[in-house]
């Protein structure tokens, strides 16, 4: 009995070993498969996490490269080729170079940069030179300076400033005086030309908006705030054709005073106030650094340029619209500077101008003695409508894309189509 007991007591135990050998053999595998399987799904995690800290790192970088680049591209930027200004012979686009910028004492005590830039086009010897502060000066190449005796280079200096003081002065000084000038070395009149030459004078730069411009509105002129709004109205169909470039010149600017009224209308991408007189532009760039209005230009981009308007320093077909405002009167080329005014224009581009007839100007000669009067040396002199017609067809515009009236008693309002 003990012994039967016994043995049925060790066949149970081995028979529920035997049923617990399996299970505990299972179990061990599903704890070897989960074990396997999380440390596979931590390696995932963690090769995720690397790669997502690789991406973030290379994203840093990236930034960083960009970064850098900006700030590189402020300290020394690359060369850029200018979509409207070119050499005024070749009529080449320029590649704009950014050659220096320094910061100084600007308007109200804030800090204004002063940026340097050089221009040249491929192929051209000739160089060019500007600053942010002044304006770019495409009249005039720069001059590689020659070798001279300290002595030689203060005779040549004091002699520039001598005729420099004399050519400023010369268009006020009535002709006998000017003869009489010259004998004692001043030569410098035998250049002048006295309808371009009047206003390089800073004196009459210093008044022309202090009373010089109001004369004009006894000729019929409309004001300068409706001349913006007639030549801003005739322009907008051009501009709605060039969203992309909206680029306007204001030739013959004098100080500004429709550059500036262009430029903050916001209408345009890019305004550019244009003049001969380099006087005229410095007065220019003092009432924009004056005016906060224009320090704040959201759209605008507004530049002034030295040129010649019977050379103008533009490319061909990149010009939206040009504005002459009381100005064809003043310039010495006619046919010149109506042909490259059509040049520039793109097909399509609106010239808007003002200008007086002779009329106006014969009163002036009343006062001034006769026929032989300043006045008739200083200014053109338009007969009839049909005369300034048919110099804006020689141009290059067609007789029916040609618009022109008379504001009684004399002003002469040109509008013109390419």
């Not at 299970?23 to 440390?39: D, R, Y």
């Not at 960009?66 to 590189?72: D, P, S």
């Not at 005086?177 to 004998?183: E, F, I, P, Q, V």
Request: hydrophobic share 35%; with cysteine.
């Amino acid at each position: 009995m003990t012994k039967r007991w016994i043995f049925s007591v060790l066949f149970l135990t081995a028979t529920c070993c035997d049923a617990f050998v399996a299970p505990v053999s299972c179990l061990h595998s599903t704890l070897l498969q989960n074990t396997v399987s999380e440390e596979i799904d931590i390696t995932s995690v963690a090769l995720s996490s690397v790669a997502s800290s690789s991406e973030q790192l290379s994203e840093v970088e990236l930034e960083r490269a960009r970064q850098k680049k900006i700030i590189l591209g402020i300290l020394n930027p690359e060369p850029t080729r200018d979509p409207v200004l070119a050499d005024p012979i070749t009529k080449e686009p320029l590649v704009v170079n950014t050659k220096s910028g320094t910061y100084f004492g600007g308007d109200n005590g804030r800090l204004a940069r002063r940026t340097k830039y050089e221009m040249k086009s491929v192929g051209s010897n000739e160089r060019y030179e500007g600053t942010s502060q002044t304006y770019y000066n495409l009249l005039e190449p720069v001059k590689d300076s020659e070798t001279t005796s300290d002595s030689s280079s203060r005779e040549a200096l004091t002699a520039a400033a001598r005729d420099g003081i004399a050519r400023n002065l010369m268009p006020l000084i009535p002709s006998p005086l000017r003869s009489a000038m010259a004998t004692i070395g001043l030569n410098v009149g035998e250049d002048l030309v006295p309808m371009r030459d009047l206003f390089t004078s800073p004196a009459v730069s210093y008044a022309y908006e202090r009373g010089w411009r109001d004369q004009f509105r006894t000729a019929g002129f409309p004001g300068e705030d409706e001349e913006a709004r007639m030549a801003m109205e005739y322009f907008s169909p051009a501009m709605a054709r060039s969203m992309d470039t909206r680029a306007l010149v204001d030739m013959s600017c004098a100080t500004g005073l429709f550059t500036r009224r262009f430029a903050k209308s916001e209408k345009y991408k890019r305004v550019l106030g244009c003049d001969y007189s380099a006087s005229m532009l410095e007065e220019a760039r003092r009432r924009i650094q004056a005016d906060s209005a224009l320090s704040n230009l959201k759209e605008t981009q507004l530049d002034l340029v030295r040129l010649d308007v019977g050379q103008i320093p533009m490319q061909s077909n990149s010009v939206d619209a040009l504005h002459a405002g009381a100005a064809m009167h003043c310039w010495p080329d006619l046919p010149g500077a109506a042909s490259e005014i059509h040049r520039v224009l793109k097909p399509g581009g609106r010239y808007f101008a003002t200008t007086f007839l002779s009329s106006w100007f014969r009163g002036l000669q009343a006062t001034e003695g006769g026929a032989n009067g300043p006045s008739k040396k200083a200014f053109q002199y338009f007969e009839s409508v049909d005369q300034l017609r048919n110099l804006m067809e020689m141009g290059g515009f067609s007789h029916d894309k040609i618009n022109i009236e008379i504001l009684q008693p004399a002003c002469v309002v040109i509008r013109c189509e390419k």
